[in-house]
């Protein structure tokens, strides 16, 4: 099972920030938040991960809470491109093999 | 530098046929990942393999499926005597070998492999 929950779908306004959360209450300390996202029924493409510090890079930022239950990725100016369905997960590392463990997503509708 | 290289993107077969599905991983990896994806659904862990080993197939469905990553060539997917259950998109994902924090490594995903059966 998912160890993340994110809302079912948001919208957002184009060119304003778009602020998708996930709770991950049960991740253990040593376990990464990874982001991704999928556009229509392409492969999914990596965004960020972090462990316990806000992180940045060109597309995004991660906010990581202290106590590291939840976290929210921060796409700063949504474009009508920035529409797909994206994942958190946090890795499975109990059996060793770094796998991912898909949630259903939230379907963010960037809207014009 | 390609991505992850996967083929043929579009498969369709009819019951009681076998399916091939192709993964080139990135070069310089040697980890792939075998995901399944049901329409409408998250993408499902089938099974992890290194070169020449399986190291994970928690995922897979006990019978009919099967996969390997061989020292030369691509990792491949099988499906034998396939059902209409079986249609999904079927996506690739590779990663680096570890020589830092495994855990820390992202995958990266291919286009995926529709599989249709009629």
């Known amino acids: 099972d998912a160890k993340t929950t994110q809302p079912t779908s948001m919208d957002c306004a184009e060119g304003r920030a778009a602020n998708l959360p996930c709770n991950h209450s049960?991740?253990?300390?040593?376990?990464?938040v990874y982001w991704y996202r999928q556009i229509h029924s392409q492969g999914p493409q990596y965004i960020i991960h972090?462990?316990?510090n806000n992180e940045t890079n060109e597309m995004a930022s991660l906010i990581i809470t202290e106590d590291r239950k939840s976290s929210t990725l921060i796409l700063p100016h949504a474009t009508l491109r920035d529409t797909a369905v994206y994942y958190c997960?946090?890795?499975?590392?109990?059996?060793?093999?770094?796998?991912?463990?898909f949630g259903t997503g939230t379907r963010l509708k960037v809207l014009a | 530098n390609a991505g992850v290289m996967q083929n043929p993107r579009h498969l369709v077969r009819r019951r009681g046929q076998e399916a091939r599905l192709r993964c080139s991983p990135m070069?310089?990896?040697?980890?792939v990942y075998w995901y399944r994806q049901l329409p409408e659904e998250g993408l499902k862990f089938m099974v992890y393999?290194?070169?020449?080993?399986?190291?994970?197939e928690s995922g897979m469905p006990k019978e009919r499926f099967s996969a390997e990553f061989p020292k030369e060539g691509p990792s491949i997917l099988r499906i034998q005597q396939v059902v209409r259950g079986d249609s999904a998109a079927y996506f690739c994902?590779?990663?680096?070998?570890?020589?830092?924090?495994?855990?820390?490594?992202?995958?990266?995903f291919g286009p995926g492999t529709r599989l249709t059966v009629t």
């Open positions: 994902a590779s990663s680096p070998p570890g020589y830092r924090d495994r855990d820390s490594y992202e995958q990266y």
């Open positions: 049960t991740i253990s300390g040593n376990e990464y």
């Open positions: 972090g462990l316990k």
């Open positions: 997960i946090v890795r499975d590392l109990t059996s060793g093999t770094y796998k991912y463990i």
């Open positions: 070069k310089g990896h040697s980890h």
């Open positions: 393999l290194q070169k020449e080993n399986i190291i994970d």
